[in-house]
């Protein structure tokens, strides 16, 4: 493995600012710490359980050898940044020639060449990250990389979460906004559906939403399209969702009798 190429790989499963903010802490994990060749770091979501081969992870490094490190010991469930996951504190070993802890991971490190490597946990506000440092000789990695390291992965992993946070919070804002701005169309929508079937608002409304969930289509879209053409074509979808709903007064349970407006 050369010495250090800030070679960028990343397997991204969250907005693309938490990739970039991980490369940044990884390659700086790595130029603290002069005696690694290179460091990874790894995003986990806190609503992800523990050992989930499929959970949602980022990983990032700054070199090509360096992800299946963390690969194997996510999948295999064992290795430094396990026992720091677990733990809470800094795991690591200064020599894996003479470590057994973690047979898979050290079988791989000692494959890519590597002799020691060291894992610090972060945690803030249901984001937890992890910085691996990766040394091409035994030594004491852990506590050279526990100074600058330590203090750059608390501050990146708060300004990971606060951003993390603030992009969802843009999300539901957009979200609030489509449903405002949507709710006319809905309720023409329900207004069509109630002369169809007879029945009330909170009816026409959950066969809407029902309709929209079973047909995979975002219940605004769904009621452009019963607006837009009045309900012809979706009778039949509308009289089988609408048999559960209970009729209104003097009006059909079915719908089958009444003719559709305009």
Excluded at 2 to 16: G, K, L, N, S, V
Excluded at 129 to 139: A, D, I
Excluded at 184 to 204: E, T, W
């Amino acid at each position: 493995m050369p010495d250090r190429t800030h070679i960028r790989a990343a397997r991204q499963t969250d907005a693309p600012s938490l990739g970039r903010g991980l490369v940044e802490l990884a390659e700086q994990a790595a130029a603290g710490t002069p005696q690694s060749c290179g460091a990874t770091a790894t995003a986990v979501l806190a609503e992800e359980p523990s050992g989930a081969a499929d959970a949602d992870r980022t990983t990032v490094a700054t070199h090509p050898d360096l992800p299946p490190l963390v690969s194997v010991q996510l999948s295999a469930w064992e290795g430094p940044i396990i026992s720091a996951l677990d733990t809470g504190r800094p795991a690591g070993a200064d020599d894996l020639l003479h470590d057994d802890r973690w047979p898979r991971y050290r079988a791989r490190a000692l494959d890519a060449g590597i002799r020691s490597s060291a894992a610090l946990p972060f945690v803030y506000d249901g984001l937890t990250v992890t910085v691996s440092v990766y040394g091409l000789r035994p030594g004491p990695l852990r506590k050279a990389a526990e100074g600058t390291t330590g203090l750059l992965g608390d501050l990146a992993t708060e300004s990971l979460a606060r951003d993390r946070l603030y992009r969802a919070a843009l999300v539901q804002v957009d979200q609030l906004d489509t449903a405002l701005r949507s709710r006319p169309v809905v309720d023409q929508a329900c207004g069509i559906v109630m002369y169809v079937l007879g029945c009330d608002p909170d009816q026409a409304f959950d066969l809407l939403r029902r309709f929209s969930q079973q047909t995979n289509r975002k219940l605004a879209e769904l009621a452009g399209t019963v607006v837009r053409t009045r309900g012809r074509g979706l009778e039949r979808n509308l009289i089988e969702f609408g048999r559960s709903a209970a009729p209104g007064p003097g009006r059909p349970a079915s719908g089958q009798d009444r003719d559709l407006p305009g």
